[in-house]
């Protein structure tokens, strides 16, 4: 039997609502599974929590997650409470820092059922490889003055190890998805960190010659994301150019609220952390009404970082079957609540 202890932070908002949901379907998949049995321990940090103790988490708090497989997350912020920068500061971007989850996994995929505003769809399948640690989002920089003479400047980092790390990365999952691999770049815009960027793509390739490689400008691949999704595979991005595009992603979907991803530890020093793309969404928390399969597919993601592949695989289809019956919450044109959809989706896999 194999036995996953499990850390969930529910967080702030609908994170409570859709963390709840997809906690009660991971132990369904548990129960009809057999082999595999789920240990959650809840932690209640959240916005409330800060404005009790001050901080967002307690003293010990990343060692006490540190003793966990995996951490389960759904949102972090209630602007109303506390400043945003503080709460994700606090928790989500301290624990993807500190536990080094280097890679942020970001899948964009057609879901029968569910209309993409794109025209013509077809069938994309599209899973976004974004460098988690450094590029643009770095804190080397400074800013002088005020007014008319105020200057600002941010330094992009971009190290050959990271940079190779998120290619290799992409390589590995593009062998095991039989696709191929494009590089995000603005070599033709950005003339340092870019370039450079390209040339470690061009190394990394060499190391897999039977994949087919190349490199689209992040402007003209952002279009093709309306106009052709289904030219990509794997895309391996920086940590802007990623996050940018996979907001994209998640529109072309249908919703932000189905998006899932995961942070990757990739040294296995630390657990890593499943979250879905969206936030806590202040405007509907508390109403039951908000759509649960970004959490809900977010946990497929955790079951193939597991190995569990194929239970992954199952709740994927399930979630489809459920949405392709028109069981749909109100961002992607339905009625049904939160509720409804979990409970269909545990019933079809029971
Ligand atoms: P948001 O993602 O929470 O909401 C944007 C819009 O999408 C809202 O209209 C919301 O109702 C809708 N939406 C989001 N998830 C949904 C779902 N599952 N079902 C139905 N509708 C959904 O982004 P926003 O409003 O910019 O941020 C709200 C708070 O969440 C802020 O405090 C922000 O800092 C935080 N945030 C946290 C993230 C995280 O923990 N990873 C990521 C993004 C935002
Ligand atoms: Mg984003």
């Not at 006490?64 to 409470?81: E, K």
């Not at 592949?309 to 919450?329: A, H, K, P």
Request: hydrophobic fraction near 40%; aromatic fraction near 8%; proline fraction near 4%.
């Amino acid at each position: 039997m194999k036995q996953l202890k499990i850390a969930n932070i529910p967080g702030d908002g609908i994170g409570k609502e859709v963390v709840a949901a997809a906690t009660d379907i991971l132990k369904t998949v548990s129960e009809v599974h057999g082999g595999l049995k789920f240990e959650f321990t809840e932690f209640q940090w959240d916005c409330r929590y800060y404005l009790e103790h001050g901080a967002m988490m307690p003293e010990d708090g990343m060692e006490r997650l540190s003793q966990f497989d995996g951490i389960f997350l759904g949102a972090v912020g209630d602007p109303n409470l506390v400043p945003d920068h503080v709460s994700l500061w606090g928790l989500l971007i301290k624990i993807r820092r500190e536990f080094e989850q280097s890679i942020n996994l970001r899948p964009a995929k057609v879901i029968k059922g569910i209309r993409s505003p794109l025209l013509n769809p077809k069938d994309f399948d599209i899973m976004v490889v974004r460098e988690n640690s450094e590029g643009e989002y770095s804190s080397i920089g400074g800013s002088m003055y005020r007014g008319d003479d105020e200057i600002a400047i941010q330094n992009a980092v971009f190290s050959r190890k990271a940079t190779e790390r998120a290619m290799r990365f992409a390589f590995e999952l593009a062998k095991k998805r039989n696709g191929h691999v494009t590089s995000a770049t603005k070599s033709n815009g950005i003339i340092y960190s870019m370039p450079f960027w390209d040339r470690v793509f061009e190394d990394v390739a060499k190391d897999y010659p039977d994949i087919q490689a190349d490199s689209q400008h992040i402007d003209a691949l952002a279009a093709f994301f309306v106009t052709q999704p289904d030219r990509f595979d794997v895309i391996v991005a920086s940590n802007l150019f990623g996050d940018i595009l996979t907001d994209l992603g998640a529109a072309i979907m249908g919703s932000i609220g189905i998006a899932p991803a995961a942070n990757i530890n990739v040294n296995g020093k630390y657990p890593s952390m499943f979250e879905p793309v969206h936030g806590s969404a202040p405007d509907i928390a508390g109403k039951g009404v908000a759509n649960p399969i970004g959490q809900i597919w977010t946990a497929k993601m955790m079951l193939d970082h597991f190995g569990e592949e194929e239970l992954g695989s199952v709740l994927l289809n399930t979630i489809e079957s459920v949405t392709n019956d028109g069981f749909l919450t109100r961002d992607i044109g339905g009625r049904h609540t939160t509720q409804d959809v979990t409970d269909e989706i545990i019933a079809r896999l029971k």
